[in-house]
């Protein structure tokens, strides 16, 4: 049951008008507390965005309208430092937050909390989309939401009935991911042609939104040049200096 949840999985960008309740989204939440943790910082929070006004100005600063707009619940997960500051406080203690370990742990820690939530979700019935627009104007979006020093948005997410029946992507081939004993170069070769391919053929022949590409020249594109530079200010400004 779990690894035919976890092979269905594909993103839902098309909602039905149907809310989802608090209580719905607590318990999704509190589900998705029980990922692994390193040394259980739990260096993470989720922000609700429930207000009809804050969820226009999100949707806009994102460049996502028609997802959070549209969806039941919409969440918008950040990396937190704040948190843990506080408990040192609290025993007139500090912390130092500001190395890149940190910012490594706590992204980490986001990460598998997201992933736990959105599986919760989707064992649900519901589906699933994750947002990195909210990095487009991370300042814009902390402002909104409130984040104070430490916390930083990550990404969204948007949860709702699903209107739509998206096919799964093909994922690259195993033989791709694992590598045994030592890391092995040289069969990319092979298996990237054969991938791109597939991919292609996926593309093509998919339900909508129908293209002729490639997973090589799309990646190619997609890092071929500089994205999102302000990150690395903007996280700066919230306290994490990548010392």
Not at 79 to 89: C, E, G, V
Not at 163 to 178: F, G, T, W
């Amino acid at each position: 049951m779990v690894i035919q949840l976890l092979t269905s999985h594909a993103s839902v960008r098309k909602y039905k008008d149907l809310p989802i309740s608090n209580e719905e989204v607590h318990e999704i939440i509190r589900i998705g507390q029980h990922a692994a943790s390193s040394h259980f910082v739990q260096a993470y929070s989720v922000i609700h965005v429930t207000d009809k006004v804050k969820r226009e100005k999100l949707a806009e600063f994102s460049k996502n309208p028609v997802q959070i707009l549209g969806a039941g619940a919409v969440l918008v997960f950040c990396i937190d430092f704040h948190r843990l500051k506080k408990a040192a406080n609290l025993l007139d203690k500090d912390i130092d937050f500001s190395y890149a370990e940190s910012t490594l742990v706590g992204v980490t820690d986001v990460a598998l909390f997201a992933q736990n939530v959105a599986i919760t979700a989707e064992s649900k019935g519901y589906g699933i989309c994750y947002i990195g627009g909210v990095r487009n104007a991370p300042a814009e979006i902390s402002d909104l939401l409130g984040l104070p020093e430490g916390v930083a948005p990550m990404y969204a997410m948007t949860i709702g009935v699903p209107d739509e029946a998206n096919e799964v992507k093909p994922r690259l081939p195993v033989e791709a991911i694992v590598h045994e004993n030592e890391y092995d170069s040289e069969k990319y070769n092979e298996i990237l042609p054969s991938y791109d391919k597939t991919l292609n053929d996926y593309y093509m022949s998919r339900g909508s939104n129908r293209k002729d590409a490639a997973w090589s020249d799309s990646m190619a594109k997609f890092l071929g040049s500089p994205r999102r530079t302000h990150m690395n200010e903007f996280l700066k400004t919230k306290g994490f200096d990548f010392k």
